[in-house]
């Protein structure tokens, strides 16, 4: 592998700012994972560092649930850019094209990829980091130890993801989620929807793997965003999301201000729904899926054995030509 460190900058300065001089240069004392837990507001966890805070786009994220909730945090909250990492090295450019604006005659902006961490100060005053961009095509190994050597550099106690999955439940039913992590402790309050499962992998599932077997406490929140939401921006998937990190972290991330759209993006999806027999019906197909599962929660996996109902792209389709129609831009 090549060097990790040679594909990120540090900002010296602004890592004296906001972390101190422990966090200074390579000769600064590492807080080893497991020396000493300290109990926070949130659960009990080692080290007295900061959480670190992960959701990179270029992955699945339904209802763009880890998209929002990252825009939140970084528009509510104070932040300074603390690492930068060569995107240059690590993007497809033919495979992720970014944007630019053509203004009468000529090129005026790029928006520039990028892949980043921020120290980010909470409501109540509390130190945080966020590591967000996009999500590396290339050297998934070399970044991850990268983060793994920042982690340690930076006495990171406890990383965290989120982001969502399309999953056949209803938008009338209190959202789910799936909650792991690299040690059950973490995750102790949780139930799991599934057994055994092979999935296409990500950055932020590999990174947590690889902290674990490295001894650092991480865990992540996937969020069951409903099928037919997939493609939307739907900010309650974001509001649970931020509730569980703050549950978790006892960091105060400010989520009220997140309600209003939480509100007018249920009150919409209603109105959609109620104009529609089609999909109030399969929306009621999945409420009768969804309480069978309830009541018979413990099982392995995720569908409780009930009438059959359509398939996920059967639910997705019919519900995109629904608002396509609905929708003049075809969003």
């Given amino acids: 592998m090549l060097d990790p460190q040679e594909i990120y900058e540090v900002d010296e300065a602004a890592v004296a700012r906001t972390l101190g001089a422990r966090a200074l240069g390579d000769d600064a004392p590492e807080m080893v994972p497991g020396l000493e837990v300290v109990e926070r507001r949130g659960l009990a966890r080692r080290g007295e560092g900061p959480v670190l805070l992960h959701s990179m786009g270029g992955f699945v994220d339904a209802g763009s649930a880890g998209e929002i ?5 970084l528009g509510e909250l104070a932040t300074e850019r603390l690492v930068t990492f060569d995107v240059d090295q690590l ?9 630019m604006t053509f203004d009468s005659d000529r090129w005026v902006g790029y928006d520039a990829p990028e892949l980043v961490i921020d120290h980010v100060t909470d409501t109540e005053g509390t130190g945080f980091l966020l590591l967000h961009g996009s999500e ?3 050297q998934w190994e070399r970044v991850v130890a990268a983060v793994e050597q920042l982690v340690r550099r930076f006495g990171v106690s406890l990383v965290v993801g989120a982001h969502g999955i399309p999953m056949g439940v209803p938008h009338t039913r209190p959202m789910s989620l799936t909650a792991h992590a690299t040690r059950s402790g973490l995750i102790e309050d949780y139930t799991s929807w599934f057994g055994s499962v092979k999935v296409p992998a990500s950055l932020g ?4 793997l690889r902290l674990g077997e490295a001894g650092h406490d991480a865990l992540g929140f996937t969020m069951h965003v409903p099928h037919y939401l997939a493609q939307s921006h739907y900010p309650p998937a974001a509001v649970v999301a931020l509730q569980h990190i703050e549950r978790t972290t006892g960091l105060a991330l400010g989520i009220g201000a997140l309600d209003a759209a939480a509100v007018d993006a249920r ?6 729904v109620a104009e529609s027999s089609e999909i109030a019906a399969v929306v009621s197909a999945l409420e009768e899926q969804y309480d069978a599962f309830s009541r018979s929660i413990g099982r392995p996996n995720l569908l409780a054995e009930s009438a059959p109902l359509p398939t996920a792209d059967e639910i997705g389709a019919e519900f995109e030509r629904f608002l396509a129609q609905q929708d003049p831009r075809g969003d």
């Fill in 267 to 272: 009150i919409e999806v209603e109105q959609q």
């Fill in 91 to 99: 993007l497809d450019y033919r495979g992720k094209r970014g944007t």
């Fill in 205 to 208: 599932s590999l990174l947590e």
């Fill in 69 to 73: 909730a990252v825009e939140h945090l």
């Fill in 136 to 138: 590396p095509d290339l």
